[in-house]
């Protein structure tokens, strides 16, 4: 059970990471990872939302809309669950980091339609995951977005002192690395 627990773990932060793989997250992936400070900051509340929205769709879904059969409402109830764990985490950060909250501007509430925190809850339904496997399979997920935006937010301060050729600075240059990334992450499949 411990091996199956870490190979889920390890497959949804690094194999399978939902940005480099599924390209999941990717307006706050690309929007939120022009500092590491934010870049941490984004990416321990989409672990935090992530994990709660995991567990809680893990729960509504098995427990009560299989049971009485309305498993049609998944993507309402997902996208409530997600909702409220975003307003939780906002409510947190504007009170006990006011700046931090004010350099994420736009992007915190943003994590609300974060398509990899939803990608995230109808995977643990595809892949028909227990409890304690949903736990860790989302933790992974949300550490191997942190990851991804925390690795792309170092490199792009980086940049800012490359002499990077005038066509593709700004958009450019960020695409050109976070396809560059996406390959590097491609060599962590394992063949069977």
Do not use: H
Not at 19 to 48: E, H, N, Q, W
Not at 50 to 57: N, S
Not at 140 to 156: E, K, Q
Request: aromatic fraction near 16%.
């Amino acid at each position: 059970m411990t091996a199956e627990l870490i190979f889920i773990f390890l497959t949804a932060a690094i194999i399978n990471n939902f940005v480099f793989k599924y390209f999941l997250g990717i307006c706050p992936f690309l929007g939120v990872s022009r500092r590491v400070d934010m870049a941490v900051g984004m990416g321990f509340a989409v672990t935090f939302v992530m994990t709660v929205a995991g567990v809680l769709t893990w729960i509504v879904y098995d427990l009560v809309l299989t049971r009485i059969g309305l498993e049609f409402l998944q993507y309402i109830t997902f996208i409530l669950i997600i909702a409220g764990a975003v307003q939780l985490v906002e409510m947190y950060i504007r009170k006990f980091f006011p700046s931090l909250y004010e350099s994420f501007g736009i992007f915190l509430p943003m994590i609300t339609t974060n398509c990899a925190i939803l990608g995230a809850c109808l995977f643990i339904q595809k892949f028909e995951y227990g409890f304690v496997q949903t736990l860790v399979f989302s933790i992974g997920a949300g550490l191997g977005f942190a990851l991804a935006i925390t690795i792309m937010a170092g490199i792009r301060e980086e940049l800012d002192f490359a002499d990077v050729p005038k066509p593709f600075r700004g958009p450019g240059i960020t695409l050109l690395t976070a396809a560059i990334l996406a390959m590097a992450f491609s060599g962590f499949l394992i063949k069977r």
